[in-house]
């Protein structure tokens, strides 16, 4: 714990903040007031409990169909980081393999996995997943496997790189002449060695794919009603600014906070963690 | 004398290929193992020594399957095992086992010492849970290891411990073969013992054959029985220790024995010197490849490379010598 | 230098194919192409002459040989919803688009440079920590926050600025100022490190023993050497911007082809979005490949590093 007490002041708020959300996510079922899909047709539009007309029923007020905002956002952190973290791990899993598998067999193997490398550097992903939903149809698998896709090319990158140098090693080449298989090698001795760079990545990932969920459900190409997401949350609320302007505006802050607190957090990390990787 | 031994090997060639940069410079391949015979008889120490770049590591790894070789004869006890690494029966992988030459390096940093003795047995599905950390527990009593160092990692340790746990984790898969490269060259010289006295009661107590590369050649004569001397991927010499040391006929052997230092300064002899460079392995010279270093080189060596033939009654105890040299063998009664 | 160029533009060109491969199987994957392409609601007879035109009655090879061919003379297919050529659709919104891309840049480049160099200059004083800070928060803030943020404050209550479409210059500035904030975050980052790197150069010290004045050292001397390192965040800033127009033209009304993509993913209007992502990926490559063969012969140290490795 005497290591903490040297982290700089936004680093441990961001720690703070991000707890905080990791609780809201797990406990929403118990602390969330309402049900995010309970509907007070007597109480519409309710504006937040600071501004004239708020109540204490509904702290941050209520929507078009006197909905609970704070309700909905509990959900919604729920709903968002959820896809999230599933996205991040899946990304991890994916780009891992596909480094191990360019380093296990080398050749065209390589060369297909370098070259989808480069592809998916090349284009913005945005755009390669608003395409993806356009052709297969929107459904909630899809959209978690499109995040999950996000961003499989920085972990296959760094992978594929450290795995080559591992493989080369002696405790590599000992493993074989002992017999042990390339799953053995790969995911039971090199994983845990270049575990860290994966950990980092993954910091770094997790929110960008928050962004790139928000964006995407803000559109309404995302998480489709009747779930509810930070960013369809604000989506819909836009229609509201002139009347209701809480609506979209208390998700948009959690989202800025949050994404904010990941990001410090993995800076920090990064930093903390693997100096080599400083810079880049 | 046609002993059957547990490991032989007949004419292996090791390549290196460099590879060149298209249409401008050809790529070259370097033969750093060429066409080199080698028996090891069941329970046998057979030293092998030759400067570094001489091609024994490659040797050596080229009987674990590891690089780029062929040869006419590989065979352990009567089986063929030609086969790359990737492609050997398991079994095999099992029966021969290879002791590295950094023993930092051969290790896991992120495994602890036990996790690492008991990993072959599971690799090899051989023992389940407690079976398995208790046989990992007595190759590391075998190697003289305490049960302190079991929940250590390999950066925790001394190197002479590191080797040793390197050994535990050979010796837990019961193999018949160890071949050990350089296994003392990254140790102490007080350590050095230590592991070689262990590799010796290995041999004496479980009839283990060991080939040991060195470049130390009063290590090989503490330890072994019989040595090979390797020059630039070929075996110039080769015979039962005492009488090889006793009375080297290759020029190359001789001068590596008159470089041993003596025991004791007052026996010591003026130096046989090396003249010379090492010549690079990439364009190894014609005839015998010792030639442009050696005292007694004639027209022959030039262009004739010699064979590795038996020198006649340098016969010891069933073991013959050999040499592979046109002056040393004029000088012997030799038949050819 | 010729051959280097040679190979980037080749694997430039395998992109392309790879990502017209891609949209070509991923069309085909998603069903019968005829419905998808053209629609349920046109006559079944327009149907089959558009089977026929792109041979989907036969093999899959032929039909990619065709496909190939068809984009090499600009035939997207037919936009269903706007029962035209789908190239015709996206070409009409371009300008309104580039337009806003232009804006956005010049904007950027004026406040995301001086930012990074000053917070370089003065490095760790108040300057440089606030610098830092913005470029962090910007970098997190999602283009559609930014954007309702900025409706809220100028549209809805100030009541200063338009905040749905384009018809004059007043309605460029929030979507503008919206794509600016984060696109000038990453400039100002990669301008602040790379001022950096080159104020610790031997030359810049030198400069200063000399008793230069330090302003007019910093404006001549560093500006342009660290003007090359800032060459390789082009790439990275267009596939931002196009990202970011996509969200921020959406927020806005802005009628471009970001608002008609997600229009049309809406819709499922598979040509459209088809033409759109070609048009996307062509333009990545081509900035990419313009940004390696000028970094290349900007910095000739490149060329030396990735000889001697």
Redesign the interface.
């Known amino acids: 714990m005497a290591r903490l007490a040297g982290l700089p002041l936004s680093v441990r708020l961001s720690g703070v903040w991000v707890l905080a959300m990791l609780a809201v996510a797990i406990l929403a079922d118990w602390i969330a007031p309402y049900d995010y899909a309970a509907i007070d047709l007597r109480n519409r539009l309710t504006p937040p409990i600071w501004m004239t007309g708020g109540t204490w029923l509904h702290p941050l007020g209520t929507d078009d169909l006197g909905r609970d905002v704070l309700s909905r956002i509990i959900y919604s952190v729920r709903t968002s980081l959820a896809v999230a973290l599933l996205g991040t791990i899946i990304g991890a899993a994916l780009g891992t393999s596909l480094g191990f598998l360019a380093a296990r067999f080398r050749g065209w193997v390589d060369d297909l996995v370098t070259m989808a490398i480069d592809f998916q550097a090349a284009l913005p992903f945005l755009i390669l997943a608003l395409a993806a939903l356009a052709f297969l149809g929107n459904s909630l698998v899809l959209f978690v496997a499109i995040m999950g896709v996000y961003g499989w090319e920085r972990y296959a990158r760094i992978v594929r790189g450290m795995a080559f140098a591992a493989q080369a090693q002696g405790y590599a080449i000992a493993l074989r002449t002992l017999g042990a298989s390339s799953a053995r090698v790969y995911f039971a001795h090199i994983l845990p060695n270049i575990a860290s760079a994966i950990i980092v990545n993954m910091t770094l990932n997790f929110p960008e794919t928050v962004l790139l969920e928000t964006s995407l459900s803000f559109l309404g190409l995302g998480i489709q009603p009747p779930m509810t997401s930070l960013g369809n949350m604000v989506g819909f609320g836009r229609d509201y600014l002139l009347s209701a302007w809480w609506i979209a505006v208390c998700p948009a802050v959690v989202i800025f906070v949050t994404t904010l607190a990941f990001s410090l957090l993995g800076d920090w990390l990064r930093d903390y963690l693997d100096p080599a990787l400083r810079g880049s | 004398m046609t002993e059957v031994g547990l490991l032989e090997l007949r004419g292996l060639r090791c390549r290196f290929a460099s590879r060149g940069i298209p249409l401008i410079a050809p790529g070259t391949t370097v033969h750093a193992v060429d066409g080199v015979d080698l028996t090891l008889a069941p329970g046998e120490i057979l030293g092998l020594v030759g400067e570094s770049g001489c091609g024994k590591s490659t040797l050596a790894k080229a009987l ?1 399957g ?1 690089g780029d070789y062929q040869a006419e004869t590989m065979r352990f006890a009567g089986q063929d095992i030609r086969a790359p ?2 492609r050997r029966p ?1 079994d095999l ?2 029966r021969i ?2 002791v ?1 030459q ?1 023993p930092l ?7 602890s010492v036990l996790y690492q003795v008991a ?2 047995l599971l ?2 599905g051989l023992a389940s849970g407690a079976e398995r950390e208790a046989r990992a527990r007595a190759a590391l009593r075998d190697v003289n290891l305490g049960a302190d160092i079991e929940v250590k990692f390999p950066h925790q340790l001394s190197g002479g411990q590191r080797q040793r746990v ?1 050994i535990a ?1 050979a010796l837990v ?1 019961a193999p018949e073969v160890l071949i050990c490269d350089e296994p003392v060259s990254a140790l102490d010289v007080s350590i050095q013992a230590q592991v070689v006295n262990l590799l010796r009661d290995l041999r004496d107590r479980r009839g283990l054959t060991i080939l040991f590369i060195s470049h130390d050649l009063g290590l090989v004569r503490h330890l072994c029985d019989r040595v090979a001397v390797m020059y630039l991927g070929r075996i110039c010499e080769t015979g039962p220790i005492e009488p090889l040391f006793e009375r080297p006929r290759h020029p190359y052997t001789q001068a590596l024995v008159a470089a041993i230092p003596p025991p004791h300064p007052r026996l010591r002899k003026p130096l046989k010197r090396l003249i010379g460079e090492p010549p690079r392995p990439g364009s190894p010279p014609p005839g015998c490849r010792f030639h442009p270093r050696c005292p007694l080189c004639e027209a022959a060596c030039r262009t004739e490379p010699p064979a590795l033939l038996p020198i006649v009654g340098a016969q010891h105890d069933g073991a013959q010598q050999s040499v592979a040299c046109h002056v040393a063998r004029r000088g012997e009664a030799l038949p050819c | 230098m010729l051959v280097f160029a040679l190979r980037k533009v080749f694997r430039a060109l395998l992109t392309v194919m790879l990502l017209v491969t891609f949209t070509f199987f991923i069309l085909r994957l998603t069903g019968d192409p005829a419905t998808s392409m053209v629609g349920l609601d046109v006559p079944p007879e327009a149907r089959e002459a558009f089977r026929v035109k792109w041979g989907l009655d036969r093999p899959l090879w032929t039909q990619y040989l065709i496909y190939l061919e068809q984009l090499a003379q600009g035939d997207f297919g037919r936009s269903f919803v706007g029962a035209r050529p789908a190239w015709d659709v996206v070409a009409e919104r371009l300008p309104k688009t580039l337009s806003l891309m232009g804006a956005t840049t010049l904007v950027t480049l004026l406040i995301g440079i001086p930012l990074g160099v000053i917070a370089a200059v003065r490095r760790g004083t108040w300057v440089d920590r606030l610098a830092i800070g913005v470029s962090v928060a910007g970098l997190s803030l999602p283009n559609f926050v930014v954007g309702i943020l900025l409706i809220l404050l100028f549209g809805v209550g100030l009541m200063w600025l338009p905040t749905t479409g384009s018809d004059t210059a007043w309605h460029f500035i929030l979507p503008v100022v919206t794509m600016a904030t984060s696109e000038a975050a990453v400039f100002a980052r990669f301008a602040r490190s790379a001022m950096l790197d080159v104020l610790n150069q031997p030359y810049m010290r030198t400069a200063a023993a000399k008793g230069r004045d330090r302003a007019s050292a910093v404006v001549w001397h560093a500006l342009p050497n660290a003007a090359i390192p800032l060459v390789t965040v082009v790439a990275l800033y267009l596939g931002r911007l196009i990202v970011g127009a996509v969200v921020t033209e959406n927020v806005f009304a802005w009628p471009g082809v970001g608002s008609l993509l997600v229009l049309s993913v809406e819709h499922r209007d598979l040509a459209v979005v088809q033409t759109i992502v070609i048009l996307v990926g062509i333009t990545m490559v081509a900035a990419n490949l313009t940004v390696d063969i000028a970094y290349r012969w900007l910095d000739p140290r490149t060329a030396r590093r990735e000889g001697a490795g």
């Open positions: 674990m590891l690494l990737d398991r992988l099992r086992q290879y590295f950094d390096d051969a290790l896991d940093p992120r495994r990993e072959p690799i090899h390197v984790r898969l």
